[in-house]
């Protein structure tokens, strides 16, 4: 299976919004309603903030929102924050008990 | 609070074997989650090694399946990864995660870098 895609980088203004997409195909996010995404700070352990495409876990911020159309998922992040400045990944169930990730956005706050 | 935190050697010799473990406090391996190996090679993206079960039933990429075998200790609370045949390629930060009910990673350890190097 291969990678799913993801823009390397984006960036936004603090309070403004910001959405990353994640393409993928008909194996994967089209297939199947269980994306997730992760945020991760380089050095830490990679923290879970949608799953299940638009599902927030407890305690994390409603200023982190999923939705999914066709074959492509999207993470908005709104009100962007300073500490939102980290490395963003999506991830699908790939059918068979299998997952794939996607490459990664690298999100700047300026 | 469930914690995870992954052990090993941080340099392992092409065409050798890499072994991690990672050990578990918080939850119990022998509930009813999956416990999965993700890696980051430097550079790039993440990348799903495989999933094991307490009962030992495992998943794993189909790419990597050849050379991947899981295991878990349910005595220890911990789970473990053995890689075979290793190359320069297999260099990456290794995590180890806990899937949620649902298809998802809830708990992830800060990850360790192995390095393939003579």
């Known amino acids: 299976q291969s990678a799913l895609t993801q823009p390397a980088s984006v960036s936004g203004s603090p309070g403004q919004s910001i959405t990353i997409s994640c393409a993928g195909t008909n194996s994967d996010i089209g297939g199947y309603n269980f994306v997730s995404w992760y945020q991760h700070h380089p050095g830490k352990a990679p923290k879970l903030i949608i799953y299940d495409v638009n599902k927030r876990p407890s305690g994390v911020s409603i200023r982190f929102s999923g939705s999914k159309s066709g074959n492509t998922a999207s993470l908005t992040i709104s009100g962007l924050q300073s500490d939102d400045e980290a490395d963003y990944y999506c991830c699908s169930h790939a059918g068979s008990y299998t997952w794939v990730f996607g490459g990664g956005t690298k999100l700047t706050v300026l | 609070q469930v914690q995870l935190q992954e052990s090993g050697p941080g340099l392992v010799r092409p065409s050798e074997t890499l072994s991690l473990t990672c050990g578990v406090s918080?939850?119990?391996?022998?509930?009813?989650?999956?416990w999965g190996w993700i890696r980051q090679p430097p550079g790039k993206g993440l990348e799903w090694i495989g999933n094991?079960?307490?009962?030992?039933?495992?998943y794993y990429d189909p790419s990597l399946k050849s050379r991947v075998t899981m295991s878990v200790d349910t005595s220890a609370n911990q789970f473990s990864l053995k890689m075979n045949s290793v190359t320069a390629a297999d260099t990456a930060i290794y995590y180890c995660?806990?899937?949620?009910?649902?298809?998802?990673?809830?708990?992830w350890g800060q990850g360790i870098l192995v390095t393939v190097s003579s």
């Open positions: 094991i079960y307490r009962s030992g039933n495992t």
């Open positions: 918080g939850s119990f391996i022998s509930s009813g989650y999956y």
């Open positions: 995660a806990r899937k949620g009910l649902s298809y998802y990673f809830d708990y």
